[in-house]
């Protein structure tokens, strides 16, 4: 038989894992809206709203969408060097990026 301060325990345990499971799905959708995944995929609908198995799915999907663009793009910028003003642009951008918070 189990005790009154055993349920106490066991309770206590499933709380602090749906409190971790919780700060992981919010850390995984926010991440997936930054990637650009839109607000109605990452948060669903009524009927259901994306595990996170099923966020980093998405995310996984956008990332190596990016490498294939990367993939593509990175030939054409070997063959049309970047002028030293679009450099300078792409540093700035770089920078500004870095910095927000």
Not at 31 to 44: N, Q, T
Not at 67 to 80: F, I, T, Y
């Amino acid at each position: 038989m189990t005790t009154h301060q055993e349920v106490q325990h066991l309770k206590g345990q499933i709380k602090c894992l749906c409190e971790d499971w919780a700060e992981h799905h919010t850390a995984a959708q926010k991440l997936a809206l930054d990637m650009g995944i839109s607000k109605e995929r990452v948060e669903g609908d009524s009927y259901a709203v994306p595990g996170i198995a099923d966020l980093l799915d998405m995310i996984r999907e956008r990332h190596f969408a990016a490498l294939k663009s990367a993939e593509v793009l990175w030939p054409a910028l070997d063959q049309h060097p970047m002028t030293s003003e679009e450099k300078q642009s792409l540093d700035e951008f770089t920078q500004a990026e870095l910095s927000t918070p």
